[in-house]
């Protein structure tokens, strides 16, 4: 059993930063695959980023690739997701999320716990 809790969010211009970060409490943080997903106002909630239990595999969405960066410390079980060059469309409610799985996927359907979330908007 996975607790989730996302921080980082807030307001940011267009072409600026931020670090959102996520903290498992949990003994098995270490053995998850972690992805963040987002949603934006009236739309379904989307893949942005998944890194595999050792940090060895990562995967994007073809939005988030070259601009955002997910990363995770096992030590801290905190998994990161730095977002550079961050455009209006960006605009959403992140989500943290954990899997029981070896390999990485973009499904939703493959994790099995989930933050509460935190609010990114990003200004034109």
């Known amino acids: 059993q996975l607790q989730l809790v996302e921080s980082g969010g807030g307001l940011v211009q267009a072409g600026g930063s931020l670090r959102l970060s996520c903290v498992a409490s949990g003994r098995t943080f270490s053995s998850n695959v972690m992805g963040w997903f987002r949603q934006a106002p009236g739309k379904e909630r989307e893949f942005a980023a998944a890194?595999?239990?050792?940090?060895?595999?990562?995967l994007y969405s073809d939005s988030t690739k070259g601009r955002f960066t997910i990363s995770r410390d096992n030590a801290k079980s905190t998994v990161y997701l730095q977002m550079d060059s961050l455009k209006p469309e960006d605009t959403g409610v992140y989500y943290c999320?954990?899997?029981?799985?070896?390999?990485?996927?973009?499904?939703?359907?493959?994790?099995?716990?989930w933050g509460q979330g935190t609010q990114v908007t990003v200004s034109s």
């Open positions: 999320a954990g899997g029981r799985r070896y390999y990485v996927t973009r499904e939703s359907s493959g994790y099995n716990y």
């Open positions: 890194i595999s239990w050792n940090g060895g595999s990562t």
